[in-house]
């Protein structure tokens, strides 16, 4: 492949990553492939597959909850379905998410390599997430049940139920390798491989994004590793750490939980706000506002997101002084999040906007995650945090920044590079449509929730008040709405993969990064010739002496 | 041009610098991952002083003295082979690499002796013996076997990943110009000597 490879100098006529046929052809050709393009397809499969099981599981959630008391199956059930809607969609749709499908199909190109460092532990880490993912079903399926501890496992009731928690838990450490491999995959290719020329300010802000996510990857998930492990030692030894029947502490249990499980909320969004960076000069044809501000807010999430875990548990007896410190800590990430919004919506500001479905996306992530994220200030609040703990208002906050905010940027992702993927245009007007499904959807389902939390409904619970009625009505008639958006959203996928309109052209939105410049597909090896990096990723000078003008007339 | 393409081409798939700091962001994941039980370790010993030292009179401080002695060997060993390669010592290389594996399977069997007196006298985690002594015993001995035991997976997984480099050395696919994946196995060999540095302390010199 070396020596070959490189002496081809031709271009246009080498067949795409799509049709490359390297030592093996066909099915094979694909789940052997080191190809970082083809492995990022294969994730975005692989991911949606547990996505679609995962909608079915809070569909069928908020089915049970229209009306009080049991509407279609027990509480045991109900209890299950809420922990694997909760294990599926965050160990295997959110943390993976953008950075394994899109990081991994974009970022080799972005920073101008033919590869990510380590292709064969690229390979090795969707191999790991494939196994973590069946290990999951599996416990559903085998006798037992599945778990139903809620996706935290909490000591001490995930070592005195009887269901498959031990599936469970090797499934959650199974992913979280398969997590480690690829952040530490990502961190060496972007200090190793960036092109001649392209220094750390020349990044586009999307390898900002993952590089900060690597890092975390990298340094946070040991910890969940271990501490599960852990649990499953518990479990079948009894060796006393967590369970307070020996001795253990149950709060140290959620304090290595947490360590990992914090840092991992930025591990789901820090990627999506490299989406956004990415998508908006696109599409308004302005230079990003605040490049550095942008670039250094990442790492500074990344840091201080390390340091707030205990945030979760300000209702199980810590010091004061300890309370008052994560309180403080949690209000500070609202900075660098803040300054990230702000820059956004400044480089939108005086923008010729192309209303693109990629970016109508992204304006929904900005206003729903600007929701999301003030009333996480709240939650950071000592006082209101008691009374808001536990309750169905840490739900809508969580939703909204995890579905509004990453769901909908993995969307934005899914549609802005959809066409450089598969060479193919998707829908448009269908798009638009579902676009505006999901969001009043997402907002049906969501809002109430904060309501009825801030009124006392508490989360996880099978059965409720009939003074909650109504909230919980419109709430599961908002899923339907959802649901349906969805649907719409995975025919037009499905279908423009295969029959969609053909597209050859290089840069079809006028973007201005690498990924723009080179093959529609790209080819087998991205660049025929390495480029050679000499000016800034976003450049719409011209097109902004041109507003300029338009101003001063 | 087209020579300082080729150059570039082999640049991308072999980084020896690049192998060398996956290795190492390896090895910051494998520290925190121990770290995990450490941290458990120091806040259960702060909590129950008495009680570990106690439990910690029951280990047999010269078997763990001498396993200390046998993996600081070993990682001197793991050093020799690789500064033999460098040397284009090729069968020397693959003796040091010999008596690395050597130690340590020596180490595991001390462990095992080790363990399975413990066990035969009754202690070990969910025994009645132990669960008659009190919490931080338990806890002792619960992080006792926890740390070894999985300090004994990472020797055992080290093992391995030596034996395959010796095969490696053996069919001349590491040499003295290419020996980088030599070297990572060894940085991971390292690891798990000082890994073992910490537990020595920790579990046998507390008494």
């Known amino acids: ?553 | 041009m087209s020579s300082t393409e080729h150059i570039a081409t082999a640049h991308v798939h072999r980084d020896d610098v690049g192998s060398r700091m996956g290795m190492w962001l390896f090895l910051f994941t494998e520290i925190l991952l121990f770290g995990g039980m450490f941290f458990l370790y120091s806040v259960y010993r702060f909590q129950f002083a008495h009680e570990f030292h106690v439990a910690a009179k029951e280990l047999n401080t010269i078997i763990g003295a001498f396993n200390t002695a046998i993996l600081l060997t070993s990682s001197l060993t793991m050093v020799l082979a690789i500064i033999a390669i460098q040397r284009k010592q090729k069968t020397l290389s693959i003796v040091m690499q010999i008596i690395t594996i050597g130690l340590a399977l020596f180490f595991l069997v001390n462990k095992y002796f080790e363990w399975t007196a413990k066990i035969h006298h009754g202690i070990y985690p969910g025994s009645e013996e132990l669960l008659s002594k009190d919490s931080g015993e338990i806890l002792f001995y619960g992080l006792y076997y926890m740390m070894t035991g999985l300090h004994g997976l990472h020797v055992v997984v080290g093992m391995v990943l030596i034996g395959i480099m010796t095969r490696l050395t053996a069919r001349n696919s590491i040499t003295h110009d290419s020996y980088v994946r030599l070297e990572n196995a060894g940085l991971y060999w390292h690891l798990v000597d000082i890994i073992w540095i910490f537990l020595f302390p920790l579990f046998y010199l507390i008494t």
Do not use: C
């Not at chain 1, 199974?174 to 480690?180: A, D, E, K, R, V």
């Not at chain 1, 990502?186 to 020349?202: E, I």
């Not at chain 1, 803040?338 to 923008?351: P, S």
């Not at chain 1, 349906?484 to 423009?496: A, E, F, K, P, V």
């Open chain 1, 1 to 553: 492949m070396s020596a070959e490879a490189a002496t081809i100098r031709t271009n246009g006529h080498e067949p795409s990553y799509l049709e490359y046929k390297g030592k093996h052809s066909g099915f094979l050709g694909w789940i052997l492939s080191t190809d970082h393009k083809r492995i990022g397809i294969l994730y975005l499969i692989s991911l949606s597959f547990f996505f679609l099981v995962g909608v079915i599981f809070g569909f069928l959630m908020r089915l049970e909850l229209i009306s009080p008391g049991r509407t279609i199956m027990d509480a045991q059930t109900y209890n299950s379905i809420f922990t694997l809607h909760g294990v599926i969609m965050i160990f295997l749709f959110v943390i993976p998410g953008i950075p394994a499908v899109f990081g991994n199909f974009v970022l080799p190109i972005l920073i101008g390599a033919k590869d990510v460092a380590f292709p064969r532990i690229n390979l090795m880490s969707w191999y790991m997430y494939v196994i973590g993912g069946l290990l999951a079903v599996v416990s559903i399926l085998l006798p037992g049940g599945p778990a139903d501890t809620g996706w935290t496992f909490y000591i001490p009731y995930s070592v005195r139920t009887n269901t498959n928690v031990m599936l469970a838990l090797f499934a959650a450490f199974t992913l979280g390798f398969s997590s480690i491999l690829t952040g530490l995959n990502f961190v060496t290719t972007v200090h190793r491989l960036k092109a001649p020329g392209m220094g750390w300010f020349k990044l586009p802000l999307s390898i900002w994004s993952i590089y900060s996510t690597a890092w975390v990857q990298v340094l946070a998930t040991p910890i969940i590793g271990i501490t599960l492990l852990l649990v499953v030692f518990e479990r079948w030894l009894g060796i006393g750490v967590f369970d307070p029947a020996l001795g253990g502490d149950p709060v140290l249990f959620q304090h290595l939980f947490w360590i990992y499980s914090h840092p991992a909320v930025y591990i789901m969004i820090l990627p999506a706000m490299g989406v956004v960076s990415e998508i908006i000069p696109v599409f308004s044809r302005r230079t990003i506002f605040g490049y550095k501000f942008i670039a250094f807010s990442s790492v500074a999430i990344a840091l201080l997101g390390s340091l707030v875990w205990a945030h979760h548990m300000f209702t199980v007896g810590m010091s004061d002084t300890g309370q008052f410190i994560f309180s403080l800590l949690t209000m500070l990430v609202a900075i660098p999040s803040a300054i990230k919004v702000f820059n956004w919506v400044a480089t939108l500001y005086k923008g010729s906007i192309e209303l693109s479905t990629s970016l109508l996306f992204i304006l929904a992530f900005i206003f729903l995650f600007t929701i999301g994220g003030l009333t996480g200030i709240m939650q950071g609040i000592l006082t209101v945090d008691i009374q808001v703990h536990d309750t169905s208002f840490i739900v809508a906050h969580f939703h909204y920044v995890m579905f509004g905010g990453t769901g909908f940027g993995f969307f934005a992702a899914l549609h802005y590079w959809f066409p450089k993927m598969f060479g193919r245009m998707y829908h448009k007007k269908l798009a638009n449509t579902y676009f505006w499904l999901l969001f009043i959807g997402f907002n049906v389902l969501y809002f109430p929730m904060f309501i009825m939390g801030w009124l006392g409904m508490p989360r996880r619970y099978y059965d409720y008040l009939p003074e909650f009625h109504s909230y919980h009505f419109i709430s599961t008639i908002g899923s339907w709405i959802l649901v349906l958006g969805l649907l719409l959203m995975i025919y037009n996928m499905y279908h423009s993969v295969r029959k969609g309109k053909v597209v050859t052209e290089k840069n079809i939105w006028g973007g201005e990064t690498l990924e723009w410049q080179i093959e529609t597909p790209p080819t087998h090896e991205n660049f025929s010739e390495i480029p050679v990096i000499e000016t800034d990723p976003y450049q719409y000078k011209m097109n902004e002496e041109t507003l300029d003008k338009k101003e001063v007339r």
